[in-house]
């Protein structure tokens, strides 16, 4: 396999994973104030949504990448 068909295939199902998955959260856990040995803390959630049409873009990019090493490999 060449590098074109690798690329292909990692984007491709990169894009499948965003239409399954379009939205992902992360957490961040920071220190608020500290006296001692008592802490207090606050969590963040932050939200984020991949648009369908990156996913669409990405998947079409990635079949277009694979059909075209494996054109190459001709």
């Known amino acids: 396999m060449n590098a074109l068909t690798i690329s292909g295939t ?3 199902a990169l894009g499948l994973l965003a ?5 992902f959260t992360t957490r961040e ?6 006296i001692g040995d008592v802490k207090l803390q606050t969590t ?6 991949i648009p369908t049409a ?4 990405a998947l079409l990019l990635g079949i ?3 059909g ?3 054109y190459r490999r001709r």
């Open 19 to 23: 239409f399954a998955i379009p939205v």
């Open 68 to 70: 075209a090493g494996a």
């Open 29 to 34: 856990t920071t220190d608020v104030a500290r």
């Open 54 to 57: 990156v996913s669409g873009g």
């Open 64 to 66: 277009i990448l694979i």
């Open 10 to 12: 990692i984007l491709a």
């Open 44 to 49: 963040e959630n932050r939200y984020f949504v």
